[in-house]
């Protein structure tokens, strides 16, 4: 495998990141399994970086701060404890799900530069889409407001999670956003510690693009916000 991945690296041109799409649902632990090792092959210069867009079947994760009583049905999906920053979140189909795999030894060694650029990503993404995406300081992930900020009956929903992980300067995991997945999902956890919130995604807002055009746009944006050509493969 290492030598199958230092060669395909070795081919090449330039910088750019790998960029992946899979169709097909992808099984959680198949995911983990391979950013760690694209992981390991990346710090020691035998891959290139790596985008990995995908859907995963209808599961939640616990992150590294999740707390037992946060999840709230035990028995609707498979749980699995996730080494990502944060607490349980939902994935499942309708969700993209965009793994980030960069050295940021070559980036400036700076985590919050870097999840801020994850931030930046997908609220430029969703400015396509006319959708304005928001980040709090007291809450993590990218967060829509609905109605006027004077109305006492607005509310601000979670259109997007973001939990990374970094080893030795190289980060895995990565964003969530929500397009059209079943949002009653959501409601077997207590998504991200935060209740007195909800959760929304671009179609629950009446848009209707599909997973090729979301796609599309995040390939354009990582470009612009990372400023790194992408090579799909």
């Known amino acids: 495998m290492t030598f199958s991945l230092k060669k395909q690296f070795e081919g090449n041109s330039g910088n750019a990141v790998e960029w992946r799409i899979s169709d097909a649902p992808v099984k959680y632990t198949e995911a983990v399994s391979f950013m760690e090792t694209r992981a390991a092959a990346i710090r020691a ?31 609707r999906f ?29 980036r400036g060694n700076d985590v919050r530069a870097f999840v801020h650029d994850l931030e930046a990503w997908v609220i430029r993404t969703l400015a396509h889409f006319n959708v304005t995406g928001e980040v709090h300081g007291d809450r993590v992930g990218i967060w829509v407001r609905r109605g006027a900020p004077d109305n006492p009956a607005s509310t ?38 935060i209740e007195e919130h909800g959760v929304t995604s671009l179609w629950d807002l009446g848009l209707t693009p599909s997973m090729p055009e979301l796609d599309s746009v995040l390939k354009t944006t990582f470009e612009e916000v990372f400023k790194t050509p992408v090579h799909q493969i």
């Open 78 to 106: 498979p749980v699995y404890p996730t080494g990502r920053g944060g607490r349980y979140t939902y994935h499942g189909p309708g969700q993209r799900i965009a793994y980030v795999l960069l050295d940021l030894s070559k």
């Open 156 to 193: 601000e929903d979670k259109i997007a999670a973001i939990g990374v992980r970094v080893r030795r300067w190289v980060t895995y995991h990565g964003v969530s956003i929500n397009l059209e997945p079943n949002l009653e999902h959501f409601s077997g956890i207590i998504p991200c510690g």
């Open 45 to 75: 210069g035998e891959a290139p970086e790596t985008v990995w867009l995908l859907e995963h079947p209808s599961l939640y994760t616990a992150g590294t701060s999740a707390v037992d009583s946060e999840l709230l049905d035990k028995s």
